[in-house]
């Protein structure tokens, strides 16, 4: 197990590489630059042109380039003119909310996900497996930020059971932060419960024919216990890969849902920045959204062999 | 003869212009309506109920809290609460006195002597003099977004610590003008915070609220400051400057980046004030008894610029025949969402500067037929027009979309390209690769004519070719002591502009800023001002 988790570390170098230098490129590619942001949307060329000075941006690329690896070498991801802060500290600061956002988002899918696939699997081709798909597909089809904004006129203001944005810091009140959190949260769950009941559904439905299952069933288990105790455990596997798929996803939609609910996590800093042209922001982002697809990969591996103890011998 | 610029007193020479007739349409209906310049709004003479956190919500977050540096409206929304300069703009847009007790103007020009408030408090404790004021003027002149403004300046002298001389090189009676625009304001530090660099100095001002806490993606917090000195030559607020009295304990100004979010935000009562609330969420809203709506009128310019230098649009024939082809009121009408005024002059009608409308019928009206003799007479044969919008404000993407299918309807082929803010801008800045540029001009013409005029001279200028008799206008408005010459100088530019269809002024834009209805006494204004209001 620790031979392949150094295996795909050492893998994720070249990956880590490639994305640092295609983020350079972008820089080289997108026009416009910080310069403009910070002198303000009426600024004249001139006007611009004198702060771009001021902050050093008419240097060279490739030099620019070579300090921001030397800076890499040691720790340190930059500098962001706009927010006045390092860009590592400002990531650090905006991950536990992005993290969480997402979590919550992928544990809220696979609780109501994998109950329904499962008892769409037991009902198979009656009405219950019929609803269940069906209501995964449109949960599937609805755009998160469109799901977004339908909770907070729903909930957050019609029903004003939930604030409709903003953030509050687990450490400063757990229920605030629970609050802030749920509609967020719930909605990025919504568009993951489809695909974890459908794989669900479909691996619990290959498993369900084995030979296991029918001795089980011979040996007189009640059919829940069937379903919960053989066939889920054994159905692991394809849904580990669709739920390590379904968080990297739910990262990437925590970039839309940050935005509609206020968040203040790395989805808006990154966002921000690529709006605003701050270069080293949407460095660091990159990188470190390679590095969670990598850290999460590797945990899905990992689960793997933790699920099917066939998957040991081989790895 | 010394020309004095105290509080209170009128412009020497000031210019009246009688009110035009300006063509309104579908203004939203059953919203209070301010119009600019704004009338001296009638301030409850009951003094406030101290306390409260009031939330107000803006779409972006700011680039920089370092006033000087940026003229973006999401900085000055927070810092002309933090910062005083010494002079600023009134309710009508005047420049009034603020951190100064007036300016005495040698006859010549060439001497400017500022006497400074005394007794007034930095949020430090530290007493302002006038070695803060010359430190925070040369930062200016180094650091400052509208630094050139102050290259006439050759010295600053502090003869005692109230008097701030500024003595210049060659005449600028603009000077007073743009050291009292909010665009990039020129604010006034402690002396000590001056040297530091860009984006560095710790936020200390003298305004009625100082700073606790900058939270990026998230808010700004500020609290009220209790050793605030008020402007006793004022008797109420007026503009940015005025008796300022700051009632709420505090004031959080939160970064909500979806109109949506804004909105439900004000319904639910989680947000007090919305900088700008959108058209068709005000209409739907407007028999809501929580929400209070104020009109803005006008907010801005809506303008789109040509490329004088490069393609199609360096053919004086060619620029004519978009002049000619584009149904400006119905552009206005979707790039507004209704909130609009048609008003082709260069600056604001009952401003100093208007330069009148005379003769501006004839360049306004769509002409179809006109417009495609004049593409027959530029020599056209159907090469690519290039229009660059960006997607980041609704107006400039609908402008560039409305006026595409109205140069196609005559015949023209064209490429709009839609892109972001950044990516339109720096375009847009090339000599070449574009014709049509969309834009807004917000705080330009809210100072005067000194932006809107610079914006098109110079080596940088928006249309990329310099006009020389642009230029010369531009050299009048910064040389000429009379006002009735300034004002003539900008009619010229008026006329040149339409003349030469170097831009298509299409119209005014309105914008919406909102309340709850418990906050008291708010009036709107270029930035949701927090002092003289309070929670009820």
Redesign the interface.
Same mark, same amino acid.
């Given at each position: 197990m620790l031979r392949l988790a150094g295996v795909r570390l050492l893998a994720a170098v070249p990956v880590l590489l490639i994305v640092s230098l295609l983020s350079f490129g972008l820089t080289w590619l997108?026009?416009?630059?910080v310069a403009?942001? !910070?002198?303000?949307?009426?600024?004249?060329? #001139?006007?611009?042109?004198?702060?771009r000075t001021?902050?050093g941006l008419d240097r060279p690329p490739l030099q620019r380039m070579l300090a921001w690896y030397g800076g890499l070498l040691h720790g340190d991801l930059g500098r962001s003119? !706009?927010?006045?802060?390092d860009v590592g500290q #400002?990531i650090v600061e905006?991950l536990p909310v992005t993290l969480s956002l997402a979590g919550l988002g992928i544990a809220f899918a696979c609780l109501i996900g994998t109950p329904v696939g499962l008892v769409a699997a037991a009902k198979v081709r009656r009405w219950p497996d019929q609803a269940a798909m069906g209501a995964s597909l449109v949960g599937l089809s609805i755009p998160d930020f469109w799901l977004g904004?339908l909770l907070?006129?729903v909930i957050?203001?019609k029903l004003?059971w939930l604030?409709?944005?903003?953030?509050v810091p687990i450490s400063l009140d757990p229920l605030g932060w629970a609050r802030c959190m749920i509609m967020p949260a719930g909605a990025l769950a919504l568009t993951q419960v489809g695909p974890i009941a459908r794989m669900t559904r479909s691996a619990a439905l290959e498993v369900a024919s084995s030979d296991f299952i029918r001795t089980a069933r011979a040996k007189g288990l009640a059919e829940p216990r069937v379903f919960v105790r053989h066939v889920l455990a054994a159905s692991l596997v394809p849904v580990l890969t669709i739920v390590g798929i379904g968080f990297g996803v739910s990262l990437s939609g925590a970039l839309v849902i940050e935005?509609?609910?206020?968040l203040?996590?790395v989805g808006?800093?990154v966002i921000?920045a690529v709006?605003?042209?701050d270069w080293p922001v949407i460095q660091g982002g990159l990188l470190l959204t390679a590095c969670v697809f990598v850290a999460v990969n590797l945990l899905v591996d990992l689960l793997y062999l933790w699920a099917d103890p066939r998957l040991r011998g081989s790895s | 003869m010394t020309a004095c610029l105290h509080a209170g007193a009128k412009h020497k020479g000031e210019h009246r212009v009688s009110a035009p007739s300006i063509r309104r349409r579908s203004v939203t209906a059953g919203l209070l309506a301010a119009a600019l310049p704004l009338p001296a709004i009638a301030q409850g003479t009951s003094p406030g109920k101290r306390g409260g956190d009031v939330i107000v919500a803006q779409q972006a977050?700011p680039?920089?809290l370092d006033a000087q540096?940026?003229?973006?409206?999401a900085?000055r929304n927070i810092t002309l609460h933090i910062y005083e300069s010494l002079y600023t703009r009134d309710e009508a847009a005047n420049p009034k006195p603020e951190l100064a007790e007036g300016v005495d103007i040698a006859p010549d020009g060439l001497t400017y002597r500022f006497a400074i408030r005394t007794g007034v408090k930095f949020h430090n404790g530290k007493t302002l003099t006038s070695a803060d004021v010359k430190a925070s003027m040369q930062r200016y002149a180094r650091?400052g977004?509208?630094?050139?403004v102050l290259k006439p300046v050759a010295a600053y002298e502090t003869p005692d610590s109230k008097t701030l001389v500024m003595k210049l090189a060659s005449v600028a009676p603009g000077l007073i003008d743009a050291i009292s625009s909010p665009?990039?304001p020129f604010v006034i530090m402690p002396e000590e915070e001056c040297g530091k660099p860009?984006?560095?100095p710790a936020l200390i001002g003298t305004g009625p609220y100082s700073f606790v806490e900058?939270?990026?993606?998230?808010h700004v917090k500020l609290v009220r400051f209790d050793g605030y000195t008020p402007n006793t030559a004022f008797s109420q607020r007026d503009g940015f400057t005025g008796r300022k009295t700051a009632y709420f304990d505090s004031a959080t100004f939160?970064?909500?980046?979806?109109g949506?979010?804004r909105t439900?935000?004000l319904?639910?009562g989680?947000i007090h004030v919305l900088e700008s609330l959108d058209v068709p969420a005000a209409k739907r809203l407007k028999d809501d008894p929580h929400i209070h709506s104020f009109t803005m009128m006008p907010w801005a310019f809506l303008t789109l610029e040509m490329n004088t230098n490069w393609g199609l649009t360096s053919n004086l024939d060619f620029r004519r025949a978009v002049q000619s082809a584009l149904d400006l009121e119905e552009i206005m009408a979707i790039a507004s969402d209704g909130l609009y005024r048609m008003d082709p002059a260069w600056q604001y009608p009952g401003t100093r500067y208007y330069p009148g409308m005379a003769g501006l019928d004839a360049y306004t009206r769509q002409d179809q037929a006109k417009a495609k003799k004049l593409l027959q007479a530029a020599g056209y044969k159907g090469e690519e027009l290039i229009i660059v919008a960006d997607n980041?404000f609704k107006p400039h993407m609908d402008t560039g979309t409305i006026a595409s299918q109205q140069l196609r309807a005559v015949g023209v082929n064209v490429k709009l390209n839609v892109t972001?803010?950044?990516?339109s801008?720096?375009?847009r800045?090339k000599p070449e690769g574009w014709n049509l540029w969309p834009d807004m001009?917000?705080?330009?013409p809210y100072e005067g004519p000194y932006?809107v005029l610079?914006?098109f001279g110079?080596?940088?200028t928006?249309q990329i070719k310099q006009d020389p008799v642009i230029e010369q206008c531009n050299a009048d408005l910064a040389s000429k002591l009379k006002l009735e010459d300034r004002v003539a100088a900008v009619a010229t530019f008026q006329a040149r502009m339409y003349d030469q269809a170097i831009a298509v002024k299409v119209g005014d834009l309105g914008i919406i800023q909102a309340t709850r209805s418990n906050v008291v006494n708010y009036a709107p204004y270029r930035i949701p001002r927090m002092w003289d209001c309070w929670f009820a």
């Open positions: 997108v026009p416009g630059d403009a942001e !910070l002198a303000g949307p009426t600024a004249s060329a #001139a006007e611009i042109e004198q702060i001021e902050l003119v !706009l927010l006045n802060q #400002a905006r904004l907070v006129w957050g203001v004003q604030p409709t944005g903003g953030f935005q509609v609910f206020s203040p996590g808006r800093l921000g709006l605003r042209r | 977050q680039p920089t540096v940026s003229n973006a409206q900085s650091l977004d509208s630094r050139d665009r990039a860009l984006g560095q900058y939270k990026p993606d998230s939160r970064f909500m980046p979806e949506g979010a439900a935000g319904q639910t989680e980041s972001d803010w950044p990516t801008m720096a375009t800045s001009m917000g705080m330009e932006n610079g914006f110079g080596k940088q928006v």
